[in-house]
């Protein structure tokens, strides 16, 4: 598989080797997206799922009555987004050449095109650009359910520098599609994510995560408190990682048969967004959402019944909504049923897709797991304590299961197994009250499934940042963490060459760093270089 030198005309524009003026904050809380396309001559190829995404944020957030501006950091900025409030370009003071020589491995060792490379890094080049206090980064196969729950991540994210879900699956052990990040605090992680990459430890950009996360929350209490003066973003203390649950992260991987029975994850509460192409495909569900939750022409239960069974579960997150939440939660339903339709007619294809990408079943999945089994159409399974349980919906089965194993086959319809959660548990998430499941992240000990081949490797240990926690760590998880910084002076090489600032940077060993000829191979960690 080879690469074009046209997938890769945008890389020299992306990376300056230069000092970059910082940007200005520009809201308290923002959304972004990131787009990549190597080329100002062809379209981003994810327009059409940015477009879907960032217009249902939109009407999401004016639904409850609010606005979450959003923004877009891409290598075409010149093209027009109306459905975008601010574009800036993928910019990065990092020097391109070392990961331009990996290109070549790259394709060998993944058989995927360096264009690819750039894709996955242009995330963590991004973050760095933050123009939020608080900047949630979407992927742009995400859709969001709740516009109340999206304006309360800036509470549920204001005892932690960095959230993400941590799905702990064959798929991966952590998802970064929704990376909610502080942007006072990028610059002790995100430059040493971006280094990562020329590891080629992973094709994609996630697992590079399980070095530098882990790594930087296991700073101690002690340089966390001596950074407290320092101002946002100067210190090098902990850093705060917290993991989102799957209620706000519903993470569906492919469906390859639409008639098969599958399992959506479970959840305890209502869900902030859905992040799946597989769920978008299947379109066959539209007439069973449109029978059940009704639409715009008033199918089935029609929206008026989507929005009594709203609010009549106002309290399912733990008891004590107020009537503001109440009248939320009904308005959110109300407007994923006016996306519904009527006739509960499937979107086609559209021209150039690969497969169906429907707004709509979205739409519909949404309302499912917003409903904790209510809504129109018949079939409500009766539930202890409302969402004082947990549930999982049935892909292909009827809608009347409690407490089973697995519900009877029904053909276009979803089931719901439903188990309570134990004595002591609950799951308590409103828009201005509630943990949502937010906790700190639990990092992975070796043995633990899912995990690459190089976890493991390095000195440093992980754990959780402060005090006995970290020091319990000690010996039980280990990653390639990034060395004590140094300030490396210019030093003549054998060869010739200096030791450039981004050597000390790099969370990857010396070993490999030093040979970065022309670039690392002159620091005084390099014994060519002495």
């Known amino acids: 598989m080879g690469n074009t030198s046209d997938d890769l005309d945008t890389v020299s524009e992306i990376f300056t080797n230069a000092t970059l003026p910082p940007d200005s904050s520009r809201s308290p809380f923002g959304v972004c997206y990131v787009a990549y396309a190597g080329t100002h001559d062809r379209r981003y190829r994810g327009e059409r799922l940015l477009e879907v995404a960032a217009t249902q944020v939109r009407a999401a957030a004016a639904a409850v009555g609010t606005s979450v501006p959003q923004c877009l950091v891409t290598d075409q900025p010149e093209r027009p987004r109306p459905y975008i409030d601010l574009v800036l370009p993928l910019r990065s003071s990092a020097d391109a050449t070392p990961f331009l020589q990996r290109c070549a491995d790259y394709t060998r060792r993944f058989e995927r095109p360096c264009k690819l490379y750039f894709g996955y890094m242009a995330k963590a080049v991004a973050v760095l650009q933050s ?151 299947l379109t066959a569900f539209d007439a069973f959402f449109a029978n059940r939750f009704g639409g715009s022409s008033g199918g089935g239960g029609g929206a008026s019944s989507a929005r009594g069974a709203a609010a009549s579960r106002a309290d399912g997150g733990g008891g004590g909504r107020t009537t503001a939440d109440v009248g939320t939660v009904a308005a959110t339903s109300a407007q994923l049923a006016s996306m519904l339709g009527g006739d509960g007619q499937p979107e086609g294809r559209r021209p150039k897709e690969k497969a169906v990408y429907s707004a709509r079943t979205l739409a519909g999945f949404c309302l499912l797991l917003l409903s904790g089994g209510s809504g129109g159409g018949g079939g409500e399974v009766e539930r202890p304590g409302r969402w004082g349980a947990q549930w999982q919906w049935v892909l292909n089965t009827n809608g009347t299961c409690v407490e089973c194993a697995k519900p009877p086959r029904l053909m276009g319809a979803a089931g719901a197994v439903v188990q309570p959660l134990p004595p002591g548990e609950r799951h308590a998430c409103a828009p201005r009250h509630g943990s949502c499941g937010v906790r700190p992240a639990v990092w992975p000990s070796r043995g633990d499934p899912g995990l690459p081949a190089w976890y493991g490797r390095g000195p440093a240990a992980v754990g959780a940042a402060g005090g006995a926690a970290a020091a319990a760590a000690v010996g039980a998880v280990a990653v390639s963490a990034p060395p004590a910084p140094t300030t490396p002076t210019p030093a003549a090489s054998a060869r010739g060459g200096v030791c450039k600032a981004f050597c000390a940077r790099s969370a990857m060993e010396w070993p490999k760093k030093c040979r970065w000829r022309g670039k690392c191979d002159a620091c005084a960690e390099c014994p060519r270089g002495k």
Do not use: I
């Open 131 to 281: 123009p939020y206090e608080t900047t949630v980064f979407l992927d742009t196969d995400t859709f969001v359910c709740s516009g109340a729950l999206l304006s309360a991540l800036p509470r549920l994210a204001s005892g932690y520098d960095v959230l993400l879900s941590m799905p702990r699956t064959s798929q991966g052990w952590l998802n970064s599609g929704v990376l909610v990040v502080r942007r006072d605090a990028v610059r002790r992680w995100a430059p040493a994510w971006l280094d990562e990459f020329a590891s080629l430890d992973d094709f994609g950009d996630q697992l590079h995560l399980l070095k530098v996360l882990p790594a930087a929350s296991a700073a101690s209490a002690d340089a966390a408190a001596a950074d407290a003066g320092r101002g946002p973003g100067g210190g090098s203390g902990a850093l705060r990682v917290g993991e989102l649950p799957p209620e706000l992260h519903l993470r569906q991987g492919s469906v390859p048969d639409a008639t098969a029975t599958a399992k959506l994850p479970a959840v305890r509460g209502p869900v902030l967004l859905l992040h799946s192409k597989g769920l978008a495909s």
